[in-house]
């Protein structure tokens, strides 16, 4: 399976401002896609990071929100825009060579 | 879109026993069926995982059984062990697309 890796572990914000979550994958794979886990929930998928498009949202999130970069088939950004506390959560993001998927250690975001 | 339903969502069994977490899917278009176990504070790991070509698969004290006419999976853990005590999450997809997943059972083995 493919090691992956993401930056920041956690971050305590402010309200209004964003933050960009880096995930590198030690090996190229097909697809990339990025989750959200609230407190005691379970896995929301966010998005499919797309290498070289724009990224494929689910049904509640958007582009402007959520904003997704693929630059190469290792590495991804997921940006949380304007944040308010409501966006409190574990964001994670995964990777797949075929259909099985592996998730990073996750990046764990309070906004104050 | 897909929708996940997982039960029961807390399972407390005695060590040696077994347990059985069940999941339906809606989309008959699905064809690969995930199970993840997470441990609080750590990043979902998979432990087995079965397709729509196979009814069953089995990794040691672990098994998966998909029924597709139903669609209906379940995981089954023998000889439970203190360590299998974790948060377990089914999943459906397939292809190119991400997960759906359900909301997830809290197996709580008892000394």
């Known amino acids: 399976s493919a090691v992956i890796s993401q930056k920041p572990s956690r971050d305590i914000c402010q309200r209004g401002t964003s933050l960009t979550i880096q995930c590198q994958v030690d090996?190229?794979?097909?697809?990339m896609f990025w989750y959200r886990q609230q407190p005691g929930q379970s896995l929301t998928l966010i998005a499919t990071a797309n290498q070289g498009s724009e990224a494929t949202y689910e049904s509640g999130f958007v582009i402007d929100k959520f904003p997704i970069s693929r630059p190469n088939l290792t590495f991804s950004t997921l940006t949380v825009s304007n944040m308010s506390p409501e966006d409190s959560s574990i964001y994670l993001c995964s990777s797949a060579g075929q259909e099985t998927q592996y998730f990073g250690p996750g990046t764990r975001l309070l906004v104050l | 879109g897909e929708n996940v339903e997982q039960h029961p969502s807390t399972l407390s069994v005695q060590e040696g026993d077994s347990a059985v977490i069940k999941c339906t899917y809606s989309?008959?278009?699905?064809?690969?069926f995930p199970w993840y176990k997470q441990e609080l504070g750590k990043r979902p790991q998979l432990i087995i995982d079965?397709?729509?070509?196979?009814g069953e698969k089995k990794d040691q004290r672990i098994a998966v059984t998909l029924n597709k006419t139903a669609k209906h999976f379940s995981l089954h853990i023998t000889e439970t062990q203190p360590e299998d005590s974790a948060v377990y999450f089914c999943a459906a997809g397939g292809g190119a697309d991400g997960l759906t997943f359900g909301k997830g059972t809290h197996l709580i083995i008892q000394p």
């Open positions: 079965i397709r729509s070509n196979v």
């Open positions: 090996s190229q794979v097909t697809m």
């Open positions: 989309d008959s278009a699905s064809n690969y």
